[in-house]
């Protein structure tokens, strides 16, 4: 995909700067780690420090010194899992600050502005995200609201460079999916997003979903699955055609000790590290593998040292990294299905899964 | 001085690195911010992760991924101020780890044995520390017992390439620091610290024992004034003689949320830097000062990203290795009051100053 701040190739892992910083690393250190275009919060930056502030400072890119792509998700999931007394009419939702309580106001036309402000490469349009389970009804009428601002969010003026996704919606329910897609479709996005997916349903029913709704989407245009997820549910999204992922997970996980390896998880605190000179994985180039050993980043861990959770987060985001770069490898060399194959196996035979 | 692993000149500023890293600072990051020599601790590494393990693990200098001089101290002033039930005899001290409550013992021959281990390159004495104020006859017999420790230490093997350090003590008793600095002197160091300084004493107090003591020290061997501290107070010092300072302020105050620059302190969470493009110091070429705004760290600092502490520590870093570089460029071209004077004229000129 091109974009205003250079192209990336598909699919992609979008690591996550909720703040307009991805938790502990720097912009140098994503880019070694492999990063191509990072998310940042439309709803975090309007409460702080301000979309005006961040304009001011010349746009999201130059405040935090990121010249890569980047996608601003639209504030519509973060309003309604973040902040409090919600109340959702046609033209928008009114809600409190999870910071300081004071009350706020974002709508389709709102979203847009504030992402203009920003200045991100890939905006998300507002949508209602539906809590899970929600029983038919609700979720019809959710669509028809989703649908509404939709196109209210392509009218709005955008950033001339600035791409605009849709949001499916339809909780689990598959006809209103296919109605969402179709609605978004025949609207014309420059991508298309699966929204309101990894909140508690099971795996089979999401993989039922996306396989549903992706089929009502155009080939042509980027297929984005929204906060997922783990590898293996990457994995499987991609078989299914999604080309673009977020999630909290690999740094999340970094900052509580987790690190992903070739053969699992390894959970640094573990007294088995005490004294191993290895590095987290014996087959990984990343600065954190290259320079450190597992006894010294228990050793930061234990002892409650700012470095490990940069350190861990170097590694699981350039852990993420060059599994997409190897699914990207094994999509052109048309072994897809063998990769899927080995990565199982190769799970199975290490020794250090945890879940 | 020179040291097996490489040389640095004098005076000079050690960040101190308390855990086996200098708290959120890549080795990489020190070394771009200008520390030429840093500061570990024996009795932290002792208690964690063990001396044996870093020895295991190759050293302080691989376990930590630092290859330029490494300064331990002795643990004599942990022992002291951070763990409980002490018990000192003429063999040790007996205390209780301020992790887990368990019970060690440190004498003079252990902090020599755990320094070896370390593998640093300056080890320090073990001595003991008295709280400040203490009565004559206690610094008396303290003293005493602080020089039949130095000696046991000059007696017990370390490492080959390991410069001994002696410290000085005597609290605030002209008399009392001669005869400290005389036996050891008499024993023959590789250089001198000043341990007991900066314990609550006035800043007078403070310069006329540093003063006093210099005086009884050789010119040709380094003189370290341990845990000092402030800029001004640095400056007053080298103007003393003194060659070698630590001081967690840079990064300590860091995490607080105050820079230093050239016209005093600057309290980064203050509402007027909310959209303020500057960088932390105009004059500064430091990794934060090249890349980021007031603004930005602001909103880091008050999002409670983790970037925020490693951005100021680099720059507080880099504000005292330069202060450091500028001394010494001061002494050289023989103009060091002309630069005191200077130093205090721009600070007066500020509108940042703190305290």
Request: with cysteine.
């Amino acid at each position: 995909m091109e974009t205003a701040h250079g192209s990336f190739m598909t699919p992609v892992f979008m690591p996550v700067g909720t703040q307009a910083t991805v938790k502990a690393l720097s912009p140098e250190e994503l880019e070694d780690a492999g990063a191509r275009i990072i998310l940042a919060n439309t709803y975090h930056l309007y409460l702080r420090p301000g979309h005006g502030v961040v304009e001011k400072l010349g746009g999201l890119h130059r405040f935090m010194h990121w010249d890569r792509p980047i996608l601003t998700d639209s504030g519509g999931f973060q309003v309604y899992s973040l902040s409090g007394l919600r109340k959702i009419t046609e033209k928008g939702v009114a809600f409190q600050s999870h910071i300081d309580g004071s009350s706020h106001f974002i709508g389709p036309e709102e979203a847009i502005r504030i992402q203009k402000s920003l200045g991100s490469d890939i905006i998300m349009a507002f949508d209602e995200c539906v809590s899970y389970p929600a029983d038919y009804k609700y979720v019809l009428d959710s669509v028809r609201l989703t649908s509404l601002w939709a196109s209210r969010c392509l009218g709005e003026k955008r950033g001339e460079t600035q791409a605009l996704f849709g949001i499916v919606q339809g909780g689990m329910y598959s006809d209103l999916r296919e109605m969402s897609a179709k609605a978004l479709v025949e609207m014309g996005f420059d991508g298309y997003a699966l929204g309101g997916l990894s909140v508690g349903e099971d795996a089979d029913t999401r993989q039922r979903i996306i396989k549903e709704t992706t089929a009502f989407l155009p080939e042509d245009k980027p297929v984005y699955l929204m906060g997922v997820g783990k590898p293996e549910d990457i994995l499987e999204a991609v078989i299914l055609g999604v080309d673009m992922f977020d999630c909290v997970m690999p740094t999340r996980n970094a900052r509580n000790g987790t690190l992903f390896t070739s053969t699992g998880r390894l959970v640094i605190k573990n007294a088995q590290y005490i004294d191993d000179e290895r590095p987290v994985d014996e087959g990984c180039d990343c600065y954190t593998c290259s320079h450190f050993s597992r006894a010294y980043l228990r050793h930061l861990y234990m002892a409650n040292e700012l470095l490990v959770y940069r350190l861990n987060s170097i590694h699981n985001i350039h852990y993420y990294t060059r599994f997409m770069d190897d699914i990207r490898k094994a999509i052109r060399d048309e072994r897809l299905e063998e990769f899927r194959d080995n990565f199982y196996k190769r799970r199975e035979a290490g020794n250090q899964i945890v879940e």
